[in-house]
């Protein structure tokens, strides 16, 4: 499956968790049901790309970027490459790659999503307008002890209390991702708990990542 064709399904299947967030998931489906390149960088006057929210291993604060263009604080992403497979797997990659942590755990699942204009993104297009990122926010949590360490793309790197936040508008992308983690975290307990009481032959259960989306 290509790239284009994972960030299609993925898309298509995801259950949306407010009337605002579904809006946007229609966008992002129309743009790539109408744009066969429409994760390339080259695409215009849009395209998407994949951002994380990483947060480490007690579920209490946020490594985020002080991006060196934009001068405010983010979670870690950027453009998808040609080596991408998944929009999963690039949303990895780049929070590997900017905050020098191995061993990010992802959620398969996106957790928001955010279209923004992007001014410093190849310039204006026909009237003004700026190129639009169609960012597809994933969730990934750090390793216990994880260090990490500032790339060329960022300014400053630093882990950030959920409560106290440098970029307000990161507020709902923390508050999506901090119920994704409870959601994941209640799911494997019950898991756990049904392991330790089932009888031979008895049913299973799966992580929340495996399940259906929608």
């Known amino acids: 499956m290509s790239l284009h064709a994972d960030a299609l399904a993925l898309l298509e299947g995801w259950a949306a968790p407010s009337a605002e967030q579904e809006t946007l998931r229609e966008r992002y489906v129309a743009h790539l049901r109408a744009h066969p390149d429409g994760l390339q960088r080259g695409c215009r006057p849009d395209h998407v790309t994949a951002s994380t929210l990483v947060v480490d291993a007690a579920g209490e604060r946020a490594l985020l970027t002080l991006h060196a ?5 983010f979670q870690l992403g950027g453009h998808c490459e040609a080596g991408d497979t998944t929009l999963a797997g690039a949303a990895l990659r780049e929070a590997t790659e900017e905050s020098g942590i191995a061993g990010l755990v992802v959620d398969p699942q996106p957790v ?11 310039g204006p297009q026909a009237g003004g307008r700026p190129v639009h990122h169609l960012d597809v926010r994933f969730l990934a949590v750090a390793p216990a002890e994880a260090t990490y360490a500032v790339s060329e793309e960022s300014v400053d790197v630093r882990w950030w209390p959920l409560d106290a936040l440098p970029n307000p508008d990161l507020a709902e992308l ?4 901090a119920a994704r983690l409870a959601q994941v975290a209640q799911v494997a307990q019950v898991a756990r708990m049904a392991q330790s009481t089932s009888s031979p032959g008895g049913g299973s259960i799966r992580s929340a990542a495996d399940q259906p989306a929608r």
């Open 174 to 177: 923390v508050a999506l991702g």
């Open 69 to 73: 263009k934009a001068r405010e604080w």
């Open 112 to 122: 928001h999503l955010s279209e923004h204009a992007v001014p410093f993104c190849g």
